[in-house]
């Protein structure tokens, strides 16, 4: 009986007699219905979390009407998220919300320039003297290194080759991307974040432009210094290890400071873990070099607000594969003499003498 419906019912649209109705799925929201794992494992922040979000964007994404059937911000920020999260195509987002890549475009565009707008106190450099001190404690308790202040690296993004000036985003590696410069603690925060250089700029020079080298040099940051890796110019203020040690203090020293310096490995490979879209298993960032700035700047902050409130990684990641990827490319990224200043080759004899002797 079920079936002869069907077939009449069937027939009666074929000829017209039924017309013809375009039913569109509901828009749920998972904050409704999913818990915290999910949420972690699908999105990277838990409810709380998304929900403080939402709330520091509201006034930006939030729409004046609901003509054209506008998009909740709850909406807006999940979409964006799911992106940070996966890096798929946005027309595979938006499948999953009923809505068109276009629109996923446009959610990861203004939920991007909103954070970096909005949020971008999350990312910054102790200066307080209460403030360093904690960064300093923190670092010393992996190595014994002492007044470190922060350790500085470099990572590749992959992104969409741009029609302008095209070369200069292609690395020694062969592919699309911009270098982004890092400074993290020993808690895997990122303190600073430079995200504007193509790929084929080299670390060194990121950091001679950067703001955070001139705070180091005109003496605003003091009492405390950077370590970097053998790319990174030799200074006071930033000390790198000893290319050819020769005895048992140079060795410890070079221990010490491989040891301590790789927390800022560790960052980029949690950050990019949590955010596949950094990373090269997420294919690359779709978009023109400005809109890419935005997305990592976007992402470092998240990674930050999910760092500071304890929010996990999901249990699929892979930490060790992430740590190994991100290591990889910059000692492939990094093969350039070490320029070395007279006054930070005093700087770092001195800690030897005083400390690793």
Not at 44 to 62: G, P, T
Not at 108 to 132: A, W
Not at 170 to 187: P, Y
Request: net charge neutral; glycine share 6%; proline share 4%.
């Amino acid at each position: 009986m079920a079936a002869l419906l069907l077939a009449v019912a069937l027939e009666r649209r074929r000829r017209g007699t039924i017309p013809q109705v375009r039913v569109f799925r509901d828009r749920e929201n998972p904050l409704d219905f999913m818990d915290d794992v999910d949420l972690i494992k699908k999105y990277r922040m838990n409810r709380n979390a998304i929900y403080d979000l939402c709330e520091a964007l509201n006034n930006d994404l939030s729409r004046p009407t609901k003509r054209s059937n506008a998009l909740p911000v709850s909406l807006q920020v999940l979409m964006a998220l799911r992106y940070y999260a996966t890096g798929s195509f946005q027309s595979v987002v938006g499948d999953g919300y009923s809505v068109s890549s276009m629109s996923v475009s446009r959610c990861v565009r203004d939920v991007s320039y909103f954070i970096t707008r909005r949020l971008q106190n999350e990312i910054k450099f102790p200066l307080l003297d209460e403030q360093q001190r904690l960064v300093k404690q923190g670092f010393y308790e992996i190595a014994q290194f002492p007044h470190v202040l922060g350790t500085v690296d470099g990572t590749l993004v992959p992104i969409r080759a741009p029609h302008d000036d095209e070369h200069i985003y292609v690395t020694r590696k062969g592919f699309h991307a911009l270098n982004i410069q890092g400074i993290s603690d020993s808690n895997n925060m990122l303190l600073n974040l430079v995200v504007r250089w193509p790929g084929s700029t080299h670390d060194a020079f990121i950091l001679a432009n950067s703001g955070i080298s001139e705070e180091f040099e005109s003496g605003r940051i003091q009492h405390g210094w950077l370590l970097g890796d053998s790319a990174y110019p030799l200074k006071t203020w930033l000390l790198t290890p000893i290319s050819a040690p020769r005895d048992a203090a140079e060795r410890r020293y070079n221990f010490a400071h491989k040891r301590t310096r790789c927390t800022v490995e560790r960052t980029f490979g949690i950050w990019k873990m949590r955010f596949r879209c950094l990373h090269k298993s997420g294919g690359y960032l779709s978009f023109s070099p400005a809109r890419c700035v935005n997305v990592i700047m976007a992402t470092g902050i998240l990674h930050n607000i999910c760092t500071r409130k304890h929010i996990p990684l999901p249990d699929d990641t892979d930490e060790d594969d992430s740590n190994q990827q991100a290591e990889t490319e910059n000692e492939n990224e990094q093969e350039q003499e070490q320029e070395v200043f007279q006054d930070g080759r005093q700087a770092r004899a001195d800690l030897i003498n005083r400390v690793f002797r």
